[in-house]
């Protein structure tokens, strides 16, 4: 009778194990995540190079703005040691 439970239990435990890999492999399926994974990876590198593109627009565009604020904070500087000895007369 005890060899039957134990042989019963040890049936069980296997069978909800299966079952629990099952619905897992159900809910996950590595094939499909494969898939989606690989035809990402093809779609990012086929539009990488108008990414790049873009972010070495965003940077240039940064930079000039960057030059643009120099050159202002630099004109409207009173110690510009480029004015020549020129006072400020707005002060």
Not at 51 to 72: F, G, P, S, T
């Amino acid at each position: 009778m005890d060899l039957a439970l134990q042989t019963q239990g040890i049936i069980n435990y296997w069978v909800g194990a299966i079952n629990l890999s099952r619905s897992y492999f159900r809910r996950h399926n590595p094939w499909q995540e494969l898939v989606i994974a690989l035809i990402t990876t093809i779609k990012n590198g086929l539009t990488m190079n108008k990414k790049l593109k873009i972010a070495k627009y965003r940077v240039y565009n940064l930079q000039a703005q960057m030059n643009k604020m120099d050159k202002m904070i630099n004109e409207s500087n009173p110690y510009n040691f480029l004015s020549g000895g020129k006072l400020n007369t707005f002060n």
